[in-house]
């Protein structure tokens, strides 16, 4: 079943610890008794964040997904840490927990939560053409399953981290890969001893074809291919597959394994998801990072729940991620 985080069970709760400067927030997605519980613990170090803005922060585990909107200014400003707790079931239909199950979570850190979507959309794209902006800051952590009796812990934010980095590089060299030169404007090639082009109509022709490029873009779901081989696993009976681009997640539960196996007429299950291009933090650009897991009981050893991640490269046919 699905986990919706407006559901009553869902709690909220923003604690200031004077002495530690640390804030909690707990996301409960389970009213069993505690030693049916599994529990990670996100540390968010925020001390190089500008607390303005939200924290859109998130995860896959065991299965189960969760988002949350963290709006900055419920945070004390001197708070230095920011500890959400995801809390969820040991056992469900798809798999019961156990160490080395891997699951991933991100942070996200935007400021345009005022805009409306239009204004988004409009200031996102701008925001693409300029060379000396890049994207907003997140952190994303994937990891196994320390322990089902006590918390795991997934740090984000750090300083050493270098997902952001990773993402903001391919997006910035993907940007200046993608600059119009003189010489290939238009469908001709064009000299450059020409001299019906000044400086000025050389900068705006650039800059119609960014805008172009973009827009044709912006309307269209950025669509990523999740690649699940299951040759080792023939006896296979259900499975769940999730994936996570720039906040949204979809999934899909696959019933019967065996009728998919006759139906593909092999053994490697893909399953194709569309985001949304444009998301409340802005459009999903060339350098995002995405996630997918796929979750069964019968893929142990070595784990019921197995993710893997990749940089979105293409804004207009499928990208390809194989889990497992």
């Known amino acids: 079943m699905m986990f919706v985080i407006t559901v009553p069970m869902t709690i909220l709760d923003i604690k200031p610890v004077n002495a530690q400067k640390e804030s909690e927030i707990l996301i409960n ?5 505690e030693k049916e519980k599994l529990v990670v613990v996100s540390n968010i170090n925020l001390q190089n964040i ?5 924290i859109k922060v998130l995860g896959v585990i065991n299965g189960e997904d969760f988002v949350k909107n963290i709006p900055l200014d419920k945070i004390d400003e001197t708070t230095k840490k920011l500890k959400v707790n995801f809390v969820t079931n040991k056992n469900n239909e798809f798999v019961s927990a156990d160490k080395r199950d891997e699951f991933f979570v991100c942070a996200y850190h935007y400021k345009n939560t005022n805009d409306n979507n239009n204004n988004i959309k409009s200031k996102s794209l701008d925001k693409q053409n300029d060379a000396t ?9 994937e990891a196994d399953i320390q322990s089902i009796t006590s918390p795991t812990e997934a740090n984000l934010f750090k300083i050493k981290s270098q997902v952001y980095n990773k993402t903001a590089t391919y ?16 469908n001709n090639t064009i000299k450059s001893t020409t001299n019906n082009f000044s400086n000025s109509n050389l900068k ?6 960014s805008n172009t490029r973009d827009n044709n873009n912006s309307n269209k779901p950025v669509k990523v291919k999740i690649i699940v081989p299951m040759e080792d696993r023939k006896d296979a009976k259900k499975i769940k597959i999730i994936s996570m681009l720039k906040g949204q997640i979809k999934s899909e539960i696959i019933d ?27 459009p999903i650009q060339i350098g995002d990072r995405f996630h997918a897991c796929v ?15 990749r940089l979105i490269k293409n804004l207009d046919k499928p990208n390809p991620l194989p889990v497992r």
């Open 295 to 309: 979750i069964g009981e019968e893929l142990n050893p070595p784990e019921g729940s197995e993710c893997e991640k």
């Open 133 to 141: 902006t890049t994207i907003d800051y997140f952190d994303c952590n």
């Open 204 to 209: 705006e022709d650039n800059k119609k074809v």
């Open 256 to 282: 019967s394994v065996q009728e998919e196996f006759k139906k593909i007429g092999g053994y490697t299950i893909t399953r194709i998801f569309d985001f949304d291009r444009i998301t409340d933090m802005g």
């Open 171 to 186: 997006y910035n060299f993907d940007s200046k890969a993608n600059t119009v030169s003189f010489d290939t404007l238009g």
């Open 50 to 54: 500008e607390k303005k803005g939200m």
């Open 29 to 33: 997605n389970t009213q069993m008794d």
